[in-house]
């Protein structure tokens, strides 16, 4: 039993790593792509929208790993 319950978390982590990373990509690229359209900047906010996302995804997962149980 301990060694499915350990084989569930890990894969709930590994999960909850995916999406952090996945969710904060597209919500910097859809903010960036609404910017691009409101300022007529196209492709620069976008493109600098994904890197934010993706910094800010790679942030989250940092503070997830390191986080205590």
């Not at 319950?5 to 609404?34: H, M, N, P, Q």
């Not at 910017?35 to 997830?64: E, K, Q, S």
Request: hydrophobic share 55%; charged share 15%.
């Amino acid at each position: 039993m301990a060694e499915d319950d350990a084989f569930r978390k890990g894969l709930a982590l590994a999960s909850r790593v995916g999406l952090e990373l996945v969710a904060a990509t597209v919500i910097g690229a859809g903010l960036g792509y609404a910017l691009d359209r409101w300022l007529g900047t196209r492709p620069w906010l976008l493109v600098v929208g994904v890197v934010l996302g993706a910094a800010a995804g790679f942030f989250g997962i940092y503070r997830l790993v390191n986080t205590p149980p």
